[in-house]
């Protein structure tokens, strides 16, 4: 006799259940999850409340005549085609575009898409960019700031301005408390001519560092609206020319790119991680260095193309990237017990049809709630 709706829901919910769910869940990549979510109450409760912590997925955002977005999920290991309908907010457009970039998130870490104009600042508060919080513009009008929400408050610090005193100038918006732009203690002198900046946000500090070759680095406390100590990064190996920060498996790292010749002549070797103190912001021990034939990858053709280092991370996760050119991609995973594994990503389509185009990374979680928000959009 056929069963009942009621009754094939009950099977499944007692086929399958507790820590046996859990167990298959937090193994599935949430793509697989969403038609999951849907056999039963019990499983839609299960996948959604989930304590799993999957690695990060890889976002690229095209932004050219025709936006495009590419995603790529480590537990599938397939790159999924968005549809560039991120409902990007209209801004009243002045002397400036409006810019659309990253910014870091904490905590959950990760980071996600900004849009900064004259007008308006907004913050996706979803991987896709599906929804939107929209602030007031920060006092100064400037170009390419480091952009974070860390805990309650979002911090804008740096970037190039017209107005002399709004080189270094670092705002912080306090959403509870002020509801308006505050602003703070300037960035450290030894940022003021910095053309490149990798940030990372923990805790109640934004930390940043130069990268570029001296690197120098230093943290903003939110609550205080200071900053710390600016140092001078000295990096285990001396031929270390690109680096940038991020946070995964709990600590401060270091990711750079080290190699051979001077000048416009130097080659990229090497790509190593270090630990780094978040008190006394010295190097300390080294755990993890990039497969040689991956770092060649990395550089790409006749071995010149690295002019930066891109690293994003996430939970015990990171990636490695060219940011001139991200069509190959590392993932990182940071072993309980020490020490590095490596895989290559696939090469995303998109690249290879778009290679002139400008684009926009971010690395974050991706849950089924998420997927469910943008499920229309997603291939």
């Keep these: 006799m056929e069963q009942r709706p009621k009754q094939k829901e009950a099977a499944a919910d007692t086929a399958l259940h507790g820590d046996v769910l ?55 290991r397939a790159w999924r ?22 910014y870091m998130l904490s905590p959950g870490g990760g980071t996600r898409l900004c849009v900064l104009s004259v007008s308006a600042l907004a913050l996706a508060t979803d991987p896709f960019g599906a929804s939107w919080r929209q602030l007031e513009p920060p006092r100064y009008s400037r170009t390419d700031p480091v952009v974070a929400v860390v805990g ?32 703070c203690e300037p960035m450290p002198e030894a940022f003021r001519w910095s053309e490149s900046i990798s940030s990372a946000a923990v805790g109640r500090r934004l930390y940043v560092l130069e990268k570029q070759s001296p690197f120098t680095l230093s943290w903003f ?10 140092r001078g990064v000295r990096v285990p190996d001396p031929t270390v020319r690109h680096a940038a920060i991020g946070f995964a498996n709990g600590r401060l790292l270091l990711a750079g790119a080290g190699g051979i010749g001077t000048g416009f002549g130097w080659r990229a070797e090497s ?40 690293f994003l991370s996430e939970g015990r996760f990171a990636y490695v990237y060219n940011p001139s050119y991200p069509k190959d991609l590392f993932l990182c995973e940071l072993e309980e017990g020490g020490g590095c594994r490596w895989e290559s990503v696939p090469r995303p389509a998109c690249m ?14 991706v849950g089924v709630e998420d997927l469910m928000m943008g499920k229309d959009r997603t291939v």
């Excluded at 085609?81 to 990253?102: D, E, K, N, W």
């Excluded at 780094?276 to 193309?305: C, I, Y």
Aim: hydrophobic share 40%; glycine share 10%; with cysteine.
């Design 22 to 76: 859990d167990a298959i869940v937090s193994r599935v990549s949430p793509l697989d999850l969403l038609p999951a979510s849907r056999v039963s109450k019990a499983w839609r409760a299960a996948v959604l409340s989930s304590p799993r912590r999957p690695p990060p997925w890889f976002i690229l955002h095209h932004l050219g005549r025709r936006q495009v977005a590419a995603a790529f999920d480590p537990l599938s």
């Design 81 to 102: 085609s968005l549809p560039f309908a991120p409902s990007y907010p209209s801004h009243r457009q002045g002397p400036q575009p409006q810019q659309v970039s990253s």
């Design 152 to 183: 309650t408050r979002v911090v804008v610090a740096g970037g190039a301005s017209d107005l002399e005193d709004g080189e270094n100038a670092v705002e912080v918006f306090d959403g509870g408390a002020s509801g308006a732009w505050v602003s």
């Design 221 to 230: 406390d939110v609550e205080s609206r200071r900053w710390g100590p600016a």
């Design 271 to 310: 790509v190593r991680l270090w630990a780094v103190d978040e008190e006394s912001l010295q190097v300390e021990e080294e755990v993890g260095s990039m497969p040689r034939a991956m770092v060649e990858e990395l550089v790409g053709d006749g071995g010149w193309g690295l002019s930066s280092l891109g």
């Design 352 to 365: 290879e049809e778009r290679p002139t185009h400008r684009v926009v990374v971010g690395c974050c979680q």
